[in-house]
């Protein structure tokens, strides 16, 4: 390495100060750290047509969510003698011109595997590598390397957990310290004529006059996660004994989960350090569960997903992805919208949906019933329509994740059970006879009565007209958004059926497919 000069470091995800070998690595031997974050404007300006408020890309939640990661970054530098540089525009060429104007030596990065972003690090490191700028970038975001893990296995992820769990095995730094806590950092030297700023209010972005009649209730950043970490640790019966997926998905009030994904998701924890430290729960207690379901085994799942997104060309679509099966979903856009803005008629969907606009985070099952009602289940709408409305609202949104279970849950990869359906109506009772949940989220129907409160339009006129809630009017009929993509369908009964049956010929005519595919194939190695 370079001693005695100036070092950056890029920050992107790895919001956090433990288990940040970037920022270790700038600071050893360097005269001077520039710590970075670079706004992009295509990812934060509002767009006054999107349907909730935010950015196109971005819901507002996830927007204020990772400016208060920011904040709490910028505090936590400012601690160790420095602080967090904000810059503005598109982030190549913003970190490329600091590497020009402070003549950096080091530049430090954390490696990230989403299309995205190797198409910008890959400007970046041409450039550093002309310039003669050192470049570090290591793998600090995943458990264990997905490069390594494919080469592992000839070239190719392992397309199930299983076989995903045998080639990782260990990962090598398990049993050895992360580095918590760095004591201070070389000074910021002067940063010319680059234009710094503070970390951006959300109004300062120009986000006003939005709606807000409910706050979401996650703050972001490194110290809440590392709060929330320790209060799920330090429950060492949960942690033991936690089983995915039997947790109650309309628990809201205190979550089923450790609702740690958004923090995962920015890097605000490391996936590393929480996984040591379940790790280190295990040990204290007589018995614990295991993976898939235990919680070291959902952090498998994050790392599986990660690999095989990394390992898949078109991953986050149908059409050239060579593991996801091709079905000829519709593109409906009133459909789209019924399900996107909570109008399908089924609570325990529209719930959900609520929740996600609101929060920004559901229940895995949550996200299950109604990823399988928008595609499979019942509207057989296209997944890719879906996962663009979650990569935009979720607080957590992950590409590899969000992607991989997009296929998961409409049966086009990973899973191929089209047989079972979730029903709107009988999951979610099952976990909340009372439908709380659905009283929350929908306080239109908080009046129903029990008994018809996941089936509305069941209830006598009388009924309705009692608890203010008369089914067409204030809350919609379910089977017109049923009757919209096939006018004969008038329940999920019927819905469901048809799906069905659609899922069955597309899979016959996959298989005829890629049988012939195959023997193409052949001929050409021959
Ligand atoms: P916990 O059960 O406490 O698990 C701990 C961590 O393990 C999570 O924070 C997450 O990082 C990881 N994890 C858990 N379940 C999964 C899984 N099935 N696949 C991969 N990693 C997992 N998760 C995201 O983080 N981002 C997404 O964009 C996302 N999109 C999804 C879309 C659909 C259609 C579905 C069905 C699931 C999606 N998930 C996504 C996976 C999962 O629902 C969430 O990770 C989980 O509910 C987050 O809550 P938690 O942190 O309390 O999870």
Known sequence: SVSGSASLVWFRKGLRIHDNPALEYASKGSKSVYPVFVIDPHYMEPDPNAFSPGSTLAGLNR?????????????????????????????????????????????????????????????????????????????????????????KNGGRPAMSYQSFLKLAGQPSWASSPLSMSISSLPPIADVGSCEITEVPTVEELGYRDYEQDELMPFRGGESEALKRLRESISNKEWV????????????????????????????????????????????DVKKHTSPPVSLVGQLLWRDFFYTVAFGTPNFDRMKGNRICKQIPWNNDDELLAAWREARTGYPWIDAIMVQLRKWGWMHHLARHCVACFLTRGDLFVHWEKGRDVFERLLIDSDWAINNGNWMWLSCSSFFYQYNRIYSPVSFGKKYDPNGNYIRHFLPVLKDMPKQYIYEPWTAPLSVQTQAKCIIGRDYPKPWLVISLWSPSMVSHDSASKECKRKLGEAYALNQKLNGQVSEDDLKNLR
């Open 240 to 283: 033991a004994n936690f089983e995915k997926p039997k947790g109650d998905p309309s628990a809201y009030a205190k979550p089923a989960t450790t609702v740690l994904s958004p923090y995962l998701k920015f890097g605000c924890l490391s996936s590393r350090y929480f996984y040591q430290c379940l790790i280190n729960v295990y040990k």
């Open 63 to 151: 927007i204020r969510f990772l400016l208060e990661s920011l904040v709490d970054l910028d505090l936590s530098l400012k601690k160790l003698g420095s602080r967090l540089l904000i810059l503005k525009g598109e982030p190549s060429e913003v970190v490329i011109r600091c590497l020009k104007e402070w003549d950096i030596k080091k530049l430090c990065f954390e490696y990230d595997t989403e299309p995205y972003y190797q198409a910008l690090d890959k400007k970046v490191k041409d450039y550093a590598s002309t310039a003669g700028v050192e470049v570090f970038s290591p793998v600090s975001h995943t458990l264990f390397n997905p490069v390594d893990i494919i080469q």
